[in-house]
């Protein structure tokens, strides 16, 4: 770590809203908040992944780890008020707002897609969604403004079972309008997206997860964990490379595939400051951002 990182970690331990006190009542506070409302209101649908995670992913990173990496691996703490937190402040401005786009969309186009069979429904959403996240999660990382959020997510220096879900939740907010809003426009119904996301929503946790499986006959067919993980990587090669979700077709149409194999992923993480709490996740982006010796900083 050069003296700047150092000068501005200092910046923020020294800061106010960095005391431990403040950070563990203003904590405390919002996640008993959040997760007595998702309890009360949903069921058991907000606990769904981590459940499904510690039964199902976390014995396979045991059995077939990438990394050698514990499960009480360090801003595990962190991902989990991102996990409850983000999560659920990320939804709420599109809650309110796909009532208002519904009353735009094209009836002609709704009444094609919807006399489909379901099955064709879920495959064409599947198709045009992949294409917005790809141009939507490459402007992320092209556009200075976008960065500042997307990189949050890619703050993460421990590739694990939770680690997808550490997202800012502008950076949520803007993927779901730029992914929602269209498909919504041209006449996908409610129900289409809410089966796309949780098809996307469970494949996110193994591309993400400290998984050393290869998958090699899924190449260039679906997108894997070392695929993803490259994505991760400060590795001047792999930087700005894979940013499909789950169809790495659009990678290879506009030129951003990147899998070589003579090569393994790693290590991960940005080149520029970024806190290890939860609350500074939610203000770094809002801050003023300085490059490092290195002068590879977005922003």
Do not use: C
């Not at 996908?188 to 809410?194: A, E």
């Not at 899998?259 to 003023?288: C, E, R, V």
């Amino acid at each position: 770590m050069n003296e700047l990182s150092l000068k501005e970690e200092d910046d923020w331990t020294n800061s106010w809203w960095y005391r431990p006190w403040i950070r563990f009542v203003f904590g405390s506070i919002t996640l008993v908040s959040v997760i007595s409302y998702l309890a009360i209101e949903s069921g058991i649908e907000a606990f769904f992944f981590i459940v499904l995670s510690v039964l199902i992913i976390v014995p396979l990173e045991k059995l077939i780890p990438r990394h050698n990496l514990k499960f009480f691996r360090p801003h595990l703490l962190t991902d989990f008020f991102h996990h409850f937190v983000s999560g659920f402040i990320g939804f709420i401005p599109l809650i309110l707002i796909v009532p208002i786009i519904e009353n735009y969309q094209s009836q002609t186009l709704a009444s094609l897609i919807q006399s489909q069979p379901m099955w064709l429904q879920i495959l064409e959403a599947l198709f045009i969604s992949e294409f917005l996240v790809y141009w939507g999660h490459r402007l992320s990382h092209q556009i200075p403004f976008l960065w500042r959020f997307h990189s949050v997510h890619h703050s993460v220096v421990h590739l694990d079972w939770l680690a997808g879900e550490r997202r800012h939740p502008l950076d949520q907010f803007y993927m779901s309008l730029f992914i929602g809003v269209p498909m919504i426009l041209s006449g996908f119904s409610l129900v289409d997206l809410l089966v796309i996301g949780v098809i996307q929503n469970l494949w996110d946790m193994t591309i993400h997860a400290n998984l050393g499986w290869r998958l090699k006959s899924l190449d260039g067919i679906w997108v894997t964990s070392e695929f993803h993980h490259w994505h991760h990587s400060v590795n001047k090669e792999a930087r700005d490379k894979n940013y499909s979700g789950a169809l790495p077709l659009f990678d290879r149409m506009f030129g951003t595939f990147y899998l070589p194999d003579n090569k393994n992923p790693g290590p991960y993480g940005i080149d520029t400051h970024m806190p290890d709490t939860y609350f500074g996740h939610m203000i770094q982006p809002f801050l003023p951002v300085k490059p490092d010796s290195s002068g590879l900083t977005k922003s």
